[in-house]
């Protein structure tokens, strides 16, 4: 009898375990989960926000450009820490394309918090998952929505100059080419007017909204459907030209807070960049979303979470695919 309830609960045991390590196994290898680092690193989560809020604390602007970095990232190739990567003998950097050239920025805080990591847990987190929460605590600091990220993203061993010119949204692309942008990443239209919910916060350069201010439409004309008021203050600063760098915040009411403003803006035709005005426009679903978003602040936060979960999660690495940077900058060497 004994005999028979011992190997009673031998079986009982293993009974038990085994989902447990299978389940494991299925998430390591293919799956994204917000657990991952919670036996591996368990301070990953606390190092990165500790480091975020220094760095949004001495600079508000910096959400935004963290923010950005995880946008730019994910819609080349998928969020695999391509945008990370430097020059090197094999690599050209995406740091060169069209969209990230004198705009992107926050890479040295991106380095910060990768030394930090491998000091605590070697090899262990990936720029790529740094990205992701990096964007999520960047948001948060700013006084928008919280949502759990799911984890286990490896770091590519290569970047795409070509896919980095070609796959980012542009503020001067047409509402189709976005929406057709968009959709290639697995994206739909409630994504995409939710995720420009983000200009919030942050600046632009007056090279990216001139032609709203003078001649838009080819015929010599600025561009009625942007507020003249609104328009002729821009001009004081955004010349006809020269000044290209001079920068413009995107919501000029609540330019470092992340709020349903922006939808706001638009509806009173002061949304700076045309990507923001054909929401309004060019689609009545989009129009639908901008007015929704600009009348409840809780929908749009709920949206903006999910639509940010569901970017993450563009074609990740995982498994045994890509890497674990030692450093983000550049490949591991063999």
């Known amino acids: 009898m004994a005999m028979s309830t011992r190997l009673f609960m031998v ?3 293993l009974a038990i375990a085994s989902p447990i390590c299978f389940s494991h196994k299925i998430n390591t290898e293919g799956y994204l989960y917000p657990q991952f680092y919670d036996q591996s690193c368990p301070q990953a989560h606390e190092i990165i926000k500790s480091i975020v809020a220094r760095t949004v604390a001495k600079e508000a602007r910096m959400a935004a450009s963290l923010l950005r970095l995880h946008f730019h990232d994910c819609f080349v190739k998928g969020c ?20 990230n050239r004198n705009s992107v920025r926050g890479f040295e805080v991106i380095d910060e918090i990768k030394y930090a990591l491998e000091r605590e847990c070697p090899q262990t987190v990936s720029c790529a998952d740094i990205l992701t929460l990096v ?29 980095s010119n070609n796959n980012i949204p542009a503020p001067n692309n047409t509402f189709q080419t976005i929406l057709t942008k968009f959709k290639l990443q697995g994206l739909n239209i409630v994504d995409m007017v939710a995720l420009s919910g983000s200009h919030t916060i942050g600046n632009a350069r007056c090279t990216s909204f001139r032609q709203r201010l003078y001649n838009q439409s080819g015929n010599g ?82 949206q903006f979470a999910k639509s940010m979960v569901k970017m993450g999660n563009i074609s990740p690495l995982t498994g045994s695919r890509g890497e674990i940077r030692k450093n983000c900058r550049r490949i591991n060497k063999f």
């Open 135 to 163: 964007a999520r605590d960047s948001t948060v600091l700013v006084g928008g929505p919280n949502w759990e990220v799911p984890l286990g993203r490896r770091d590519s061993r290569g970047a795409s100059l070509s896919g």
């Open 221 to 302: 004309q600025p561009d009625f459907s942007l507020d003249q008021s609104y328009a002729a203050k821009l001009r004081t600063r955004c010349p006809r030209s020269g000044g290209d760098q001079n920068l413009f915040v995107m919501d000029f009411v609540s330019p470092t807070k992340f709020d349903n403003f922006y939808f706001k803006n638009i509806l009173a035709s002061r949304g700076l960049l045309s990507s923001d005005e054909i929401l309004l426009t060019k689609s009545k679903a989009s129009m639908e979303l901008v007015k929704e978003y600009a009348e409840n602040n809780e929908y749009f936060f709920e």
């Open 80 to 99: 695999d820490a391509s945008l990370l990567l430097d020059n090197s003998g094999i690599i050209t950097s995406e740091k060169r394309s069209n969209p």
């Open 11 to 13: 079986v009982l045991i």
